[in-house]
C-alpha cells in the first residue's frame, strides 16, 4: 500500500514549479541535473561504484562526485571518456 505521505521527486517538483523564481532557476540548471542523473543511473544500472569508476578515469572519486552533484562542468571529451568506462554510448540529443 502505497502511503498517502511518501515524498517523491516528481511530486516536489510539480509543486515547486509554481514558484515563478523556482521555475527560472530550474529552467537554467535542467540541463545539468539530467546529466548527472543520467551519469547517476549508468553507474548504478552497471553495479559500479564511485571509486571504481574513478579509478578507471584516473581521477579522484571526488572528481566524479562533484559531476554528479552538479558542481563540475564536464567537458565532451570527458563525457566521452566516462561513457567509454561505462561501457555505454554517449549520445548528446539537442531539442
Given at each position: 500500500m502505497k502511503n498517502k505521505y511518501?515524498?517523491?521527486?516528481?511530486?516536489?517538483?510539480?509543486?515547486?514549479?509554481?514558484?515563478?523564481r523556482f521555475k527560472k532557476a530550474w529552467n537554467e540548471s535542467e540541463p545539468e541535473y539530467l546529466l548527472a542523473k543520467q551519469l547517476i543511473e549508468a553507474r548504478l544500472f552497471r553495479r559500479i561504484s564511485q571509486r571504481d569508476?574513478?579509478?578507471?578515469?584516473?581521477?579522484?572519486?571526488?572528481?566524479?562526485?562533484?559531476?554528479?552533484t552538479m558542481r563540475g562542468n564536464p567537458s565532451l571529451a570527458l563525457l566521452k571518456r566516462i561513457a567509454q568506462a561505462l561501457d555505454a554510448k554517449f549520445i548528446l540529443p539537442i531539442q
Open positions: 511518501s515524498y517523491t521527486f516528481q511530486n516536489d517538483l510539480k509543486r515547486r514549479l509554481g514558484n515563478p569508476l574513478a579509478r578507471r578515469l584516473h581521477t579522484s572519486q571526488a572528481a566524479i562526485s562533484r559531476l554528479e
